[in-house]
């Protein structure tokens, strides 16, 4: 009778490795990284891991749903503070940051595309490494900020 090897050997053999072969049917996943189009998308192979510890500083196919809630929080409330400002400098304010201040003295759409875009990215930025806690710490501050930020543009305009 022939020498069979045992399957442990192989740990990606199935049970009866040298009669029935790999019954694998899908392609692996991990042949090729997730691509930045892919990050957001609504279906994946993996959103989160199986064992407790394994999602420490490691990167998903999808991110969690509190991770994909404040980066569309974030930039929803970076479009709503673009708006405000708007309104507020119309009735006599003052852009206070330097850059958008910049960007607003060359016209009110450049300043609003720069606004949204930067806040996006770096709110898109930081959503692709939610499972990093500096990364999860930094898009609940950034949401946070958003918020005393609206909260403060509701006090000028009682005012």
């Given at each position: 009778m022939p020498d069979v090897c045992p399957s442990s050997?192989?740990?990606?053999?199935?049970?009866?490795?040298?009669?029935f072969g790999d019954r694998r049917v899908l392609p692996d996943r991990r042949d090729h990284p997730t691509r930045l189009r892919e990050v957001?998308?609504?279906?994946?192979?993996?959103?989160?891991?199986?064992?407790?510890?394994?999602?420490?500083n490691q990167y998903v196919d999808r991110p969690s749903p509190?991770?994909?809630?404040?980066?569309?929080?974030?930039?929803?409330?970076s479009s709503?503070?673009?708006?405000?400002?708007?309104?507020?400098?119309?009735?006599?304010?003052?852009?206070?940051?330097?850059?958008?201040?910049?960007?607003?003295?060359?016209?009110?759409p450049t300043?609003?595309?720069?606004k949204i875009c930067l806040s996006g990215a770096g709110a898109l930025f930081l959503a692709t490494h939610g499972n990093f806690p500096l990364s999860r710490f930094a898009l609940g501050f950034g949401a946070l900020a958003y918020t005393i930020l609206l909260g403060y543009h509701g006090v000028l305009f009682l005012l």
């Open positions: 050997a192989y740990p990606n053999s199935s049970p009866g490795w040298p009669f957001f998308r609504l279906a994946g192979q993996r959103a989160g891991f199986r064992r407790r510890r394994e999602g420490h509190r991770i994909l809630c404040l980066t569309l929080l974030i930039v929803l409330f709503l503070d673009a708006y405000l400002t708007l309104l507020h400098i119309q009735d006599g304010g003052y852009e206070v940051n330097p850059l958008m201040h910049l960007a607003l003295l060359t016209g009110v300043f609003t595309i720069i």
